[in-house]
């Protein structure tokens, strides 16, 4: 009997120890979390210590200008901390409205739009901030009264820098047909008001045709596989307002055996690489990283109530064969 009670005793006192020492773990767990959440530990990265959360709605991730847009956005939050939610529009204004309006239920700090009409969705960019939440249009412009500040290049310049450069391998003189971007959208209007500012200072140049591709490469193809059969060989050469459009006019000229000057714009790797073989005659560079790095910044410090400029711009850059090499080691090195 006397070692029965001897072996509950050590059994109590072990039990009485085990849980002594879990207390203490516990208590030392705690008080290391505390000692975290006090900022106490400086090797914290950026990540760790933002809370705040922007929202992307991009018009459509189908083009590769507008891949590269949100990626450069999504490694520009992870360098801030932030975290990007993004919301591909699928090149419908309804879907655009209704992803704008989720985001602002979701409560995010700020908003960049890549927006799909100029002015479709200014009600609810309005609203938006009205109601609090800061909206920053990147790449294509809305005329939102309350808009809190853009991100962009000058697209009027664009459409001027690449008919220049088609109107001196014509000579002055020629028939062309012109792709454009979806109807609405402020590149498509601006980069059409540029292509037009230069074709009008020379009326020995005609254009035959000008429709959207909804800056489609496969949409372009097949739009100039119907124009080749309407004109044939009366078509001397081709302005695309993106270079997705101008390259999908080059398949469709090439499968005919054609060689016609051809420009775009964007600066895409495979019209970089169109502009090496001398399939393409110019690109004007758009920085996609540029233009997305710098509207996460701008929502970064528009989510923490700092003052905003109106403008961010980011310049065009000419492309021949002549520097094709260059920015495709610059920016397309790693492919």
Known sequence: ??????????????????????????????????????????????????????????????????????????????????????????????????????LETQNVDAIIVNPIDAEALNNTVNSIVENGTPVIGVNAFLTAD???????????????????????????????????????????????????NILKEYPEITVLEKRTANWSRSEAMDIMENWLQSHGDNIDGVIGQNDEMALGALNALKAKGMDIPVVGVDGVYDALLALKSGDMVASIFQNAVAQGETAVEVAYKAAQGETLEELYEVPFELVTADNADEYIEKFYGDK
Not at 22 to 39: D, F, H, L, V
């Open 1 to 102: 009997m006397l070692r029965k009670k001897s072996v509950l005793l050590l059994v109590s006192l072990f039990l009485v120890a085990l849980l002594a020492a879990c207390g203490g773990a516990e208590e030392s767990s705690g008080g290391s979390e505390s000692s975290s959440e006090g900022g106490s530990n400086t090797n914290e990265s950026a990540a760790e210590k933002s809370d705040i959360t922007i929202g992307f709605q991009v018009y459509g991730l189908q083009a590769e200008f507008a891949t590269i847009l949100t990626e450069a956005m999504e490694a520009k939050a992870e360098d801030l901390g932030v975290e990007l939610v993004v919301m591909d529009g699928n090149y419908d204004v309804s879907t655009a409205i209704s992803q704008l309006q989720s």
């Open 146 to 196: 309350k808009l809190s500040s853009y991100v962009g290049s000058p697209d009027v310049v664009a459409g001027e820098m690449e008919t220049k450069q088609l109107v001196e391998a014509l000579g002055g003189k020629g028939n062309v047909v012109i792709f454009e971007g979806p109807i609405g959208q402020s590149a498509q209007v601006e980069r059409g008001q540029g292509i037009e």
